[in-house]
């Protein structure tokens, strides 16, 4: 590693007991339905749910029959059925069909809802309608946190993104606001929230109204600091490619829960294998945050340190070659095919990441984010949209554009459109809309009070000088929020200046030195300044919706950094990428700091993407 | 029953009772004292200003608002300016007018509705004293100012201040005054020392009331009857004078005795009054003064306030609520002390006829001797519906029943009306709900009215029961509830059913919960669907962003075409047109479909939003393109995008239609090159592929023919277009082919160190040693240059 970790770092409070507090409830609102019952899960739940109690577990607990929810009739011959489900008018919808058809059918069963993490009032609205609000009992799992690493906790929510930004359901506000209200009971109390985002500021209202109704309770902190941040302050970040290990893994294989398949191409057998991604894999955990130009290096070396520690047989003696296999060779083995298996992936990512495709592709996100040569850049994306080379690749391109450009030029946005529609088809025309609506991908409007100055001088002067007065000001319209940001935050290193991937100097290291995540940025800014002073212009930019609260009366001790103070959990509304984790973590050890990412799910380009999409379904 | 005279107290001929209505629910420190207290009629709301205990800048007076049985409605500290009265409106809102005459209107739950100002004039000089009356013309407000001048309102819905004449030698306030409503005309009475003066809008009339007895010096109160009818002055002298209120005839003159000034007086009668009278309230004594010169006298042991009713008056206290009435004719008749009216002997034959005695025959037979059975029964029924007590109620009812069984023609509706209306009015009397109504009162306030109360203190299931009960229209009943009950779901509190909104309203929605999670919600939300006016409710939805992109959501899951009508209410052309686009996906048949997509054509047309019209038009096109080709050719085209679509010409084939598609959606030359191109690739059509290069230049160049070759592995093919290719891609096409040599023949030609330091590095050390040699040779010479 090339890092040098200081030395202050504190320790990372313990999350397993969040998981041990989600297991306990569980199992005692199964038991609340006595006796022998099959248990439905809705898919996105499963996963979350085998980290939390695996099916030894549920049948101790007199679960018979485990369903994943299929939206079927069902095929079931208990008499109690329980349902594990999100609080989705779909799911409950299926649910009534189900008890709807036992009841025409003259069948009688005892049916339970568990909602996870809580119910929505609409759910049980529609439990009404249906007529079936008697027969099922329905209760909560408030299971809002999933811990998926040391320092990483999901509330696998990722409709979040899409429900908060897109459609303005402001529901999961409340969800969010009880998840930080858990981690402030079972490691706070906080001493010090920051946030930034619209969102963010609600969930803080929600945690505090919560704070306040419940009753305090005097505990040495273990998390002082919070930041929370919407993730629309920042849609740059997400739609770039990642290029740091964990990030690309994620974006080439998609880890899900924290756990990812390798396809056969990568275990070189015919079999996929299932592997967990954390700090527990010694090999994974080294690189995962490295560049990735820089892992091939070093897993050879890996590997070549494992070969001297094999060899070390060679001259061993019956007693030493006991000891070995008793205490390392067990090791090494586990060491061995955890390697096997990373070098079998990254080359599976280096023969699609290194051709020629990949590498234009980087330079002209890297032109975008620069701001430099974009009409090359138009006309790539354009091929690449006539190639149909991807459909999401090509909207990440368009929406890069148009985030770093502060839209497109009207002509551009027609004919870029159309070009999208005739190759992807035209239902697209929805998420075009869905697009503009969030601000992802729109077209240029020339500035309101500039027209209006425009008009103005325009009568003082002459029509000559009023064209080039109308140039001077479309030009000055055209300046984007993310150009001003990326100048003021200096977000874009120098191009010019060679960068160093082995030693990364600051978190652009994530994005090959092109770029400094928005995010992180801000959460460095913002901690260094202690408050938003000094931000005022960037604020603007962002739309505002900042705070900087001291919480309870314990800030007193300012004076004395504890360990507590130095550790900063920072919340996501709207998912992070694992880009952003890795850039977090590089921060912390400059700074001698540990984050903890709260995310309500961890997305990336295409995630975010594909959850913009109006399918016909 | 003995007992039931027990509180009667005569009053010349008549008697006079105090009935306890409630015992009140609130808790105040200090009862009534320091307040400002306003009683509605018809067992309306009880408002309170309470001015803090120790009066300091800071410290502010609390606004409480109570029902009848001290039940706590509403209660926030007052914010405003200086209050002088507090009154309430006939549709139960309150009034608080202040010193400098705006008079703020609340509703019952103490939520701010508007403000209105009582002129310019109160501004500079202040306002001395308010009231507020009630006319057929609803609610006025009355001023008197520093300057000692009159402004009225006659109704605060339709707002036109009235500014009296002058009062001729009036200086400050008048001793004290009076509104009164006569010929359709208001007027203000008022007594300046002990003179008299009616203020209409044109002039200043002196008065003498007739009769009026000499010694006096001041009138020192006046009351207006509920009707407006009759006058009461009290004077100086303790003399209390009545006569009718156009002071033509007087009715008595009292001498009280009690010289100090009262705190109030109100007059209490009823319909039919025997012996009207006035109630004169003092620190501790309450006195009943009635046409005889008898009096009734109660002492008070508490602060309390009196409220003028129809058909008596209530007594307001710290702890009790009481109605002091002049017991009626029907219930003196029956309830008289050895009365023999008819129905008091029917009330004595059920009686004894419960105890199985024969005496019950004895007391029918006197009855039925005198034929006045009917007239029993009918006097039962009317003495029931003055009665308090259910008890009293039901024994005067029983016997009323057990009468009629006798008679053979007695008309059965005024029995039955009386026992529906009595168990509505047990039901308001409710300790929970707090509206002491008589029947009188309720008569002359209708069903409708009450509902409407009901409504406004959000009584929504007991106001439903209700009209379910009086089998009211629906129009005028329970869907009418159920509007409001939806309106103020959605108006008040911006929640929605689908409310799940936690830190945007989580106080209210507390109390939302529990409302609307009766049984009553399921026909509220059907309600709202199938039966309130879309319009208004997308209306008030509008308002609402939170909550309208929540029914959104819903609308979404459950009700697709609500979300249409919805959009279509606010003419949302570019979300209707998402909507139809959307709609045609799911639908099958292909004329269904280009309808749907015509309709998205004509909405996105009115949203202007030109692209989108244009987009779904070729969408159009292309889908009548491709089932034409599918029919005819036994294609799988429909549904496919443009693209798509030509690949598939292209690879069966069918070049002419491929090209017809090409020029009809005017897709761009480079795309469509590039489409072909891959298309004849992937089928290895070489033939077809050089012919095609050799058609016209190539807008795309001809590097994408040899690179499209080299992924179908067809070096053969590929080297035939490098020659083609630009000389800034010469280096590329040949290393696509995997030529060295002719890579480094190119780089070297174009003389550029960066294309001879890509071929170096493809190049091997141990096989091509010549070439690189070659190569570095070049790129030295490259870089000196």
Not at chain 1, 550 to 579: E, H, P, W, Y
Not at chain 2, 150 to 156: E, G, M, P, V, W
């Amino acid at each position: 590693m090339a890092h040098s970790v200081r030395r202050d770092a504190p320790e990372l409070p313990d999350f397993s007991l969040l998981k041990r507090l989600a297991r306990d409830q569980l199992i005692y609102l199964l038991e609340q339905l006595p006796g022998r019952k099959d248990l439905f899960i809705e898919a996105d739940l499963m996963s979350p749910l085998d980290r939390i109690a695996n099916v030894t577990t549920l049948k101790q607990h007199d679960v018979d029959k485990l369903y994943k929810v299929e939206y079927k009739p069902i095929v079931s011959t208990s008499d109690q059925l329980c349902f594990l489900i999100r609080p989705r008018i779909k799911t409950v919808k299926w649910i009534c069909d189900v008890v709807n058809a036992d009841k025409a059918f003259g069948r009688f069963r005892r049916y339970k809802i568990i909602f996870s993490p809580q119910k929505f009032y609409s759910c049980e609205n529609l439990l009404e309608e249906q007529g079936i609000f008697g027969d099922v009992t329905t209760d909560e799992w408030s299971f809002y946190l999933l811990p998926l690493d040391d320092d990483i906790i999901s509330l696998e929510l990722p409709e979040f993104f899409r429900d908060n930004f897109l459609e303005g359901d402001q529901r999961w506000v409340r969800t969010a606001g009880s998840a930080l209200h858990l981690l402030h009971s079972v490691y706070g109390p906080f001493s010090k929230l920051y946030g930034i985002g619209r969102c963010s500021k609600m969930a803080y209202e929600s945690w505090r109204e919560q704070v306040e109704e419940g009753e305090q309770r005097a505990r040495q902190a273990e998390i002082g600091n919070v930041f929370l941040i919407d993730r629309d302050v920042d849609l740059v970040t997400p739609l770039c490619s990642q290029v740091v290990y964990e990030g690309l893994v994620d974006d080439i294989f998609r880890i899900k829960c924290g756990c990812v398949e390798f396809g056969p191409d990568v275990t070189s057998s015919d079999k996929s294998i299932k592997v967990m991604l954390n700090s527990q894999d010694k090999v994974f955990n080294e690189i995962r945050n490295e560049h990735f130009s820089q892992v091939f290096g070093f897993l050879s070396q890996k590997a070549r340190n494992l070969q001297t520690a094999y060899d070390k047989r060679s001259g061993m003696d019956i007693k030493q070659m006991k000891t070995f296999v008793s205490e390392e060779l067990k090791g090494l083995k586990q060491e061995h095919r955890l390697l096997s298996l990373h070098i079998g992936a990254s080359e599976s990512m280096m023969k699609r990441k290194t051709k020629q495709d990949f590498q234009e592709l980087l330079k002209t996100e890297h032109s975008l984010l620069e701001g430099f040569e974009i009409r090359e850049c138009i006309s790539y994306i354009e091929e690449h949209i006539n190639r149909q080379v991807s459909m999401v690749e090509s909207m990440r391109l368009l929406c890069l554009l148009s985030l770093t450009e502060n839209g497109l030029l009207p002509k551009d946005y027609r004919s870029l459109k159309a070009q999208f529609l005739q190759s992807y088809g035209i239902d697209h025309l929805l998420t075009f809309s869905n697009l503009k609506q969030l601000g992802l991908l729109v077209e240029q409007q020339p500035g309101e009070t500039l027209t209006v100055m425009e008009s103005r001088v325009g009568k003082l002067v002459n029509d000559k000088t009023a064209g080039k007065l109308t140039d001077a000001f479309s030009s000055l319209a055209k300046k984007s929020n993310f150009r001003a940001l990326g100048r003021r935050l200096n977000l874009v290193p120098k191009s010019d200046e060679e960068y160093d991937l082995r030693v990364p100097r600051d978190m652009a290291y994530i994005f090959s030195g092109a770029y400094i995540p928005l995010s992180c940025k801000l959460i460095e800014q913002v901690l260094e300044r202690d408050g938003w002073t000094g931000l005022e212009e960037v604020t603007r930019m962002l739309n505002g919706h900042e705070f900087a609260v001291t919480a309870g009366s314990n800030g007193s001790d300012a004076r004395v950094k504890t360990d507590s103070q130095r550790i900063i959990l920072v919340m996501f509304l709207g998912g992070c990428t694992f880009s952003e984790i890795s850039a977090l973590r590089f921060l912390g050890r400059e700074k001698g700091l540990k984050f903890i990412v709260v995310t309500t799910a961890i997305t990336n380009s295409a995630r975010l993407l594909e959850s913009m999409l109006d399918n016909h379904a | 029953m003995a007992f039931i005279t027990a509180n009667w107290n005569p009053l010349g001929e008549a008697f006079y009772r105090k009935i306890e209505l409630y015992e009140m629910g609130w808790s105040l420190r200090d009862g009534l004292k320091d307040c400002l207290v306003a009683a509605a009629p018809y067992g309306g709301p009880i408002a309170l200003l309470r001015q803090p205990q120790r009066p300091s800048s800071s410290a502010r007076p609390q606004l409480e608002i109570y029902s009848s049985s001290g039940t706590n409605m509403a209660s926030f500290p007052w914010k405003s300016g200086p209050v002088r009265q507090l009154g309430w409106t006939v549709c139960d809102d309150l009034l608080c007018i202040q010193e400098d005459g705006t008079v703020l209107i609340y509703d019952l739950f103490g939520a701010f509705k508007r403000h209105f100002s009582m002129g310019n004039e109160v501004v500079q000089n202040q306002m001395l004293e308010a009231k507020v009356f009630h006319s057929p013309y609803g609610t006025g407000v009355a001023i008197v100012t520093g300057a000692s001048r009159f402004t009225l309102a006659t109704n605060i819905d339709d707002l036109k201040l009235r500014r009296l004449p002058e009062v001729p030698g009036l200086q400050g306030a008048p001793s004290c005054w009076a509104v009164l409503t006569q010929d359709r005309q208001t007027k203000v009475l008022l007594a300046n020392g002990a003179d008299l003066y009616i203020l209409d809008n044109t002039s200043c009339t002196p008065v003498t009331p007739p009769g009026l007895s000499p010694q006096a010096c001041s009138i020192v109160n006046m009351a207006v009857s509920f009707s407006y009818k009759y006058l009461a002055l009290f004077t100086d002298s303790g003399h209390l004078w009545m006569g009718s209120a156009n002071l033509k005839d007087k009715l008595s003159e009292v001498d009280t005795k009690v010289r100090t000034p009262p705190k109030q007086m109100v007059w209490c009668r009823r319909p039919k009054s025997q012996q009207p009278s006035v109630v004169i309230m003092w620190d501790r004594l309450l006195l009943v003064a009635g046409e005889c010169t008898d009096t009734i006298q109660y002492t008070l042991d508490e602060e309390s306030v009196c409220v003028a009713e129809l058909d008596g008056v209530r007594i307001v206290g710290g702890s009790r609520h009481e109605l002091l009435q002049e017991v009626p004719s029907a219930c003196q008749d029956i309830f008289k002390i050895a009365s023999m009216a008819p129905g008091a002997l029917l009330l004595e034959a059920h009686k004894e006829y419960d105890k199985s005695s024969q005496k019950a025959d004895e007391y029918l037979r006197e009855i039925k001797e005198q034929s006045v059975l009917g007239e029993a029964v009918r006097q039962c029924v009317e003495a029931a519906g003055y009665e308090h007590e259910p008890e009293t109620q039901k024994t005067l009812l029983r016997a009323a029943s057990f009468g009629k069984c006798f008679l053979s023609n007695y008309p059965p509706e005024p029995f039955v009306s009386m026992c529906r209306d009595l168990k509505v009015l047990n039901a308001v009397r409710d300790y929970t709900v707090g509206i002491p109504l008589t029947h009188t009162q309720y008569k002359q306030m209708t069903v409708q009215v009450l509902i409407d109360r009901l409504v406004y203190r959000k009584l929504y299931p007991l106001a439903i029961e209700i009209c379910r009960y009086l089998k009211t229209p629906e129009y005028q009943g329970v869907s009418r509830v159920l509007k409001h009950w939806a309106c103020c779901a959605f108006c008040q509190t911006g929640v929605n059913f689908l409310d799940d909104m936690g830190p945007i309203m989580s106080g209210e929605n507390q109390t939302l919960h529990s409302t609307v999670r009766t049984s009553y919600q399921r026909s509220m939300v059907t309600y709202l669907k199938n039966e309130m006016n879309r319009g208004d409710f997308f209306m008030t939805l509008r308002n609402q962003p939170v909550a309208l992109s929540l029914y959104r959501q819903f609308c979404k899951h459950q009700e697709q075409d609500t979300l249409k009508d919805l959009f279509n209410q606010d003419d949302d052309h570019q979300e209707l047109g998402n909507f139809y686009v959307k709609a045609s996906y799911k639908e099958k048949k292909l004329e269904a479909r280009l309808s749907l997509l015509q309709s998205a054509v004509d909405e996105y047309n009115k949203a202007k939003n030109e692209f989108a019209a244009k987009a779904t038009e070729e969408e159009m096109k292309l889908l009548r393109f491709q089932r034409r080709l599918d029919e005819e050719k036994g294609e799988a085209l429909l549904g496919l995008s443009l693209q798509e679509t030509l690949h598939a010409l292209l690879t069966s084939n069918f070049h002419k239609q491929a090209e017809q598609l090409y020029r009809d959606f005017r897709v761009p030359d480079k795309r469509y090159w590039w489409l072909k191109l891959t298309a004849l690739a992937e089928k290895d059509d070489w033939e077809e592929m050089e012919k095609f290069a050799k058609s016209k230049k190539s807008p795309i160049g001809y590097l994408p023919f040899v690179e499209v070759c080299v992924k179908q592995h067809n070096k053969y093919e590929a080297k035939k277009y490098v020659s083609k290719v630009t000389p800034e891609q010469k280096v590329k096409a040949h290393l696509a082919i995997g030529d060295l040599e002719g890579a480094a023949e190119a780089a070297i030609d174009r003389r550029s160190e960066g294309e001879i330091s890509t071929v170096l590095s493809r190049c091997s050390p141990t096989t091509d040693r010549a070439l690189l040699e070659r190569l570095n040779r070049a790129r030295s010479t490259a870089s000196k240059k």
